[in-house]
């Protein structure tokens, strides 16, 4: 399994961005799909996670950010709206084969990641 994901720049607060996450060499509709990002300094942490019955939030970004995936395209989105600094992190995108699985917030639970994409929030 490959991952690529795509989409961080520079963005002001209060601002939106959209990061996608291509999937490849395996059935995309059997994985579970999810965002983690990591800061500098920082522990990396669950963002946002979607399995065949839907999404899940860390609180940090309930409200402002939305996962989605195109079981056609092979590829997940992470819809970041409302920014602000703290969102700042590399964003990686991680898989796991688990077709009836809910989409855990440990990154010990993923068996595979893409490299991640940077996203600066600017005060």
């Known amino acids: 399994v490959q991952l690529q994901a795509s989409g961080g720049g520079l963005v002001q607060a209060g601002g939106s961005l959209r990061l996608s996450c291509v999937f490849s060499?395996?059935?995309?509709?059997?994985?579970?799909m999810a965002w983690f990002r990591q800061a500098p300094g920082k522990e990396r942490e669950f963002v946002a996670g979607?399995?065949?019955?839907?999404?899940n939030y860390a609180d940090s970004v309930k409200d402002r950010f939305t996962i989605s995936r195109d079981n056609a395209k092979y590829t997940v989105y992470l819809q970041m709206n409302s920014v602000n600094p703290e969102d700042t992190a590399a964003y990686l995108c991680?898989?796991?084969?688990?077709?009836?699985?809910?989409?855990?917030?440990?990154?010990?639970?993923?068996?595979?990641w893409g490299r991640g994409t940077l996203v600066t929030v600017s005060s």
């Open positions: 060499g395996r059935t995309f509709n059997s994985y579970v």
């Open positions: 979607i399995s065949w019955n839907g999404g």
């Open positions: 991680a898989a796991k084969n688990s077709p009836t699985g809910v989409a855990s917030t440990s990154r010990w639970w993923y068996r595979y």
